[in-house]
């Protein structure tokens, strides 16, 4: 029988990429809007040429450096005559022919504006950016006996199901019988919901969709809650009110404007627990010096920015290197007593795991 491998995810690319060792030729970075303008015409060309032609100059001619630059401008504006789709919304490439490294990314989500940069790793701010704000989220679109299960994930859809069970005849007998064919119609209809999240959860697992959403009429939707497991329920983050007819554009946009608002709330609570900390001298550090500083000891476990991206190139390098997770905040003024950075902490600041497992 044959099997087909599964595409690595951008979470998976993400964190391949932070774990790359330094390089000690340059290494770019180019980061492209790939949005069309108003005429329908991608606008980075001549972006790419000057920024391009800039980085070259920068460098002695006939240095090591200089050549390995001039062979990755030329690999990186071939690739892009020859290999971007269309449908592109933000393009990543980072390259290092000195090191036989190159490595492109058409992504369905935009990349806010173009950015070219040079390092002796990967810059992954822009692409940490991304993987945080449109995360993949699974959404339920289901009635009594028909059901849609969509996986959505930045910008575009990453799966889609049909379920159809079978539609219970109508009787008028009255009587026993009439209470019997109603018990059949409950039996059906909970069938149907134990067969709908079964296949929501092996959905769920297998494309890693980190939100669930529900959508469907009074009936369905608690027998759909019923059946959840603890896991599942957990992922669950509110209910659509949609026909099971809506078309999938419509449904990939309500569900993203749900999430988006259940984030946003779930975010601005979040921060307030760690400015409390923050000020109460507890778990948590801010500002870029600070945070680094935790890092780099392998303190913190949640990093929260809304500094540049250019400013948090370090620190999101720095957290992925630690396993530590990174959030972006669309709503710098939540972050800014904190100086644009805050990062809660596995244990207190001056305190060694070692101590702190002794406390213990």
């Not at 990186?76 to 990314?105: D, Y």
């Not at 980190?210 to 509110?238: C, F």
């Not at 630690?322 to 600041?349: H, I, N, P, Q």
Request: with cysteine.
């Amino acid at each position: 029988m044959e099997t087909t491998t599964r595409p690595p995810s951008l979470v998976q690319i993400l964190e391949r990429l932070a774990r790359m060792e330094p390089v000690r030729s340059p290494l770019l970075s180019l980061y492209l809007n790939a949005q069309p303008d108003s005429r329908g015409k991608d606008n980075y060309a001549a972006f790419v040429r000057k920024e391009l032609r800039r980085l070259v100059e920068d460098f002695p001619a006939r240095s090591s450096e200089r050549g390995s630059i001039e062979r990755d401008a030329q690999a990186i504006e071939r690739w892009l005559n020859e290999q971007v789709r269309p449908s592109a919304n933000g393009i990543a490439i980072f390259a290092c022919s000195a090191t036989g490294f190159f490595e492109a990314l058409e992504l369905d989500a935009p990349i806010a504006s173009h950015r070219l940069t040079i390092g002796d790793r990967p810059h992954l701010a822009a692409l940490a950016r991304i993987v945080d704000r449109y995360p993949r989220h699974a959404v339920v679109l289901a009635d009594t006996n028909h059901a849609h299960i969509y996986v959505f994930g930045r910008g575009r859809t990453i799966e889609r199901e049909e379920l159809r069970s079978e539609k219970v005849s109508h009787t008028d007998t009255g009587g026993w019988s009439q209470l019997r064919y109603q018990r059949h119609v409950e039996d059906h209809y909970l069938h149907h919901a134990k067969e709908l999240v079964e296949r929501l959860g092996r959905i769920v697992a297998e494309e890693r969709a980190e939100y669930v959403l529900l959508s469907g009429d009074d009936v369905i939707v608690p027998l759909l809650r019923s059946q959840l497991s603890k896991e599942l329920a957990r992922k669950v983050v509110g209910v659509l009110r949609l026909d099971i007819r809506t078309p999938e554009n419509e449904v990939m946009k309500a569900a993203g404007d749900a999430l988006s608002a259940y984030v946003a709330e779930e975010e601005a609570k979040r921060i307030k627990e760690l400015h409390d900390e923050w000020r109460g001298g507890g778990l948590a550090v801010a500002g870029t010096r600070k945070v680094l500083e935790a890092l780099g000891n392998g303190q913190a476990d949640e990093v929260w920015i809304a500094t540049k991206e250019g400013e948090a190139d370090e620190i999101v390098q720095r957290a992925l290197a630690t396993s530590a997770s990174v959030r972006f905040v669309e709503d710098a003024g939540l972050l800014a007593e904190m100086a644009g950075v805050v990062a809660r902490l596995r244990y207190k600041a001056g305190i060694s795991p070692m101590e702190r497992k002794a406390e213990a």
